[in-house]
């Protein structure tokens, strides 16, 4: 039976340590020192590390990590990884050592240009890796990408079954659901997820992981097709929107200059 168990690191990053018997492997640990914390305290070996973008928030701490254990490192084929030893591009299939995973890998490309996503079952439950990207009830920054190449990525993480588990790598939830509701303030399932998120966080939990299920009728940038989405966001540009890449487009703009 796995565990995961977030490993909250610098302001709002998680580190996700997938547990299976006296194994981890460790997803985006932009951190060595909690991780090795975690995993002495909890007396277990590190198996594998798995990076989802080159971000140093991300991958920081794979030297640190390797100093202590030889193990292998996944990584995007297409970006810069400290360590990586598998790199990795749409249509690979990984088996993760120690831990009984097996990812499929998705290329996601926006936040980076070579951003990728691991999906797979975890006890037979279904979960996605998705870093910088997908966040719950928002979306990365296009540092590195196209509009229309991270509607495409974030359509891709959509189109995952309902109940598939979002892991991402920032505790955003609550500032997210903020700009959601200027977006879609009659959004009900968005207002019931509010209260929901704000009680985990008044008890100090996390709000993930999340469901593609939830952001699929919460998430406005998985909803730039909806007529109440579009509306908005052509009333905030003060124009016509052709399309749901422009849509997206819109909103991603709005988000960077909201208060
Ligand atoms: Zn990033």
């Not at 509607?151 to 598939?164: C, D, F, G, Q, R």
Request: charged share 20%.
């Amino acid at each position: 039976m796995h565990s995961i168990i977030p490993i909250p690191a610098f302001r709002d990053n998680y580190i996700w340590l997938i547990r299976e018997g006296t194994r981890a492997a460790v997803v985006d640990p932009g951190d060595a020192a909690p991780v090795i914390a975690y995993l002495d305290r909890e007396r277990l070996q590190l198996s594998a590390i798995i990076a989802t973008h080159h971000h140093n928030d991300h991958v920081g701490g794979n030297l640190g990590l390797l100093a202590r254990w030889q193990v292998p490192v996944f990584g995007p084929a297409r970006e810069t990884i400290p360590g990586r030893t598998n790199a990795l591009g749409e249509g690979d299939r990984i088996e993760v050592p120690g831990v009984d995973v097996r990812f499929d890998v998705l290329d996601i490309p926006g936040h980076t240009a070579g951003h990728i996503a691991f999906v797979g079952s975890l006890s037979s439950a279904p979960a996605v890796f998705c870093g910088d990207t997908l966040f719950a009830v928002g979306c990365g920054r296009l540092f590195e990408g196209t509009p229309a190449e991270m509607w495409s990525s974030l359509s891709k993480l959509a189109a995952l079954a309902p109940e598939t588990q979002v892991f991402c790598g920032h505790e955003y939830t609550l500032a997210n659901i903020r700009f959601a509701l200027a977006v879609e303030p009659d959004n009900r399932a968005l207002n019931a997820r509010r209260s929901r998120e704000e009680q985990r966080r008044a008890l100090g939990q996390p709000t993930l992981p999340s469901t593609i299920g939830e952001e699929r009728a919460t998430n406005p940038f998985l909803r730039a097709e909806q007529t109440a989405v579009k509306m908005a966001a052509e009333a905030h540009a003060g124009r016509s929107l052709a399309n749901a890449v422009a849509t997206f487009a819109e909103l991603r703009a709005w988000k960077n200059a909201f208060q």
